[in-house]
């Protein structure tokens, strides 16, 4: 990612017939600011992540290699199901995407599911520091349920 700032914001949208929903360009100008290439993920059931394209290829390409590694070494003899899992994830977990005018995004079909809205439903985009997140609302709201009494804690986690 380009800048040093954090992405945050909630903003509430709503997916058209079409699954496209329009991304704030005060989010869009962090999370690609040379009109890098973005990628989506599958991020826990009711949430998708958007990504700076080769901020997480690389982090992704940097994981992949040391499995690929550890396999030639020899040390995942043991763990073949463990890398088959892997794989599949790593099949159905991620997608290239681009924004099309006015900062829209077409949720493509499979992560459509997995975030589980309707079109003409509504979502919420969160900045998430690093990344920006597309949420089912009662999902988001569950997790903010779970993990704000988490916060103080976190933050002087972090900043300590």
Known sequence: MGSDEFILGEF???????????????????????GDDLILVKERPGCLSLWNGPQWQGKL?????????????????NRIADVQLLGRLLSTRQRNVTLAGKGRLLIPEGFREFLGVEAGGEVLIVGAAVCVEIWKPESWL????EKMPEFRSLLDQLSG
Do not use: C, M, Y
């Open 142 to 145: 569950q997790n903010l349920e």
């Open 12 to 34: 509430s949208r709503t997916l058209d017939d079409r699954f496209r929903l329009s991304i704030p360009t005060q989010i869009t100008d962090l999370l690609a600011p040379k």
């Open 61 to 77: 390409d940097a994981g992949v290699n040391l499995v690929h590694a550890k396999i030639a070494a020899g040390k995942l003899e």
